[in-house]
């Protein structure tokens, strides 16, 4: 089955500068490798990232086969097919630190928007009544400078002392950076960090 034909438009977030309709040949809303909510973006001209939306992370990122698609589509689910570069396999998720106590945040996906040149990813982050938006863009192309997977991450509503977290950040080569370039070990204020896979 071709995969323009299959991949399907996510439900529009409101942003005032999104564009419809959602391109099917960078977006894919088919469950992922038989994962359920989860979604594929097409980054540039052959990498694909896979989102697991119940945990507000990155499932995969693979290189599709020279002059192959990456997303194989069988039975209205779509398997990545292509060399990996990452492969999530912790267990722990997202965390809040505040005056030296850890605890694990719930997560609820709030949608995603494709506007001019990437597509927005949101996702409400709580725990005991505390509630953080996070939101993630993911640029549809990567300049020659970067050759890196890119992505760019911000929290709303952080307090000055809270600090989140997730054990992705810190493996498997994932490098975060803050506003002025400099690399950090977890997310603090509200500014948008960057998150890259060399």
């Known amino acids: 089955m071709p ?17 419809l309709p959602f391109d099917p040949a960078r ?3 088919l469950s992922l490798n038989d994962l359920p909510r989860s979604i ?10 896979g989102y697991d939306l119940e945990k507000a992370t990155v499932l995969k990122v693979w290189q599709s086969p020279a002059g192959n698609p990456g997303l194989i589509i069988r ?8 060399t990996s ?7 722990e998720g997202w965390s809040l630190s505040k005056g030296g106590r850890k605890a694990p945040l719930a997560v609820r996906y709030l949608g995603s928007t494709q506007q001019d040149k990437h597509f927005l990813l949101r996702w409400e982050l709580s725990q005991a009544g505390k509630k953080f938006v996070l939101s993630e863009r993911i640029p549809m192309s990567i300049t020659d400078a970067d050759k890196k997977v890119t992505r760019e991450v911000r929290v709303e509503f952080i307090e000055p002392g809270e600090v989140l977290s997730h054990p992705m950040i810190k493996r498997e080569g994932w490098e975060l950076t803050n506003s ?5 070990p977890t997310l603090t204020g509200t500014q948008w960090h960057r998150l890259s896979l060399p």
């Open 180 to 184: 002025e370039g400099q690399l950090v």
């Open 75 to 82: 039975s209205f689910k779509a398997y990545s097919k292509g």
């Open 40 to 49: 594929s973006i097409r980054q540039g001209e052959n990498v694909w990232i």
């Open 3 to 19: 995969l323009l034909g299959a991949c399907v438009s996510l439900s529009h977030a409101g942003e005032n500068d999104a564009t």
């Open 85 to 91: 570069w990452f492969e999530a396999k912790e267990t």
């Open 27 to 29: 977006i894919c809303r």
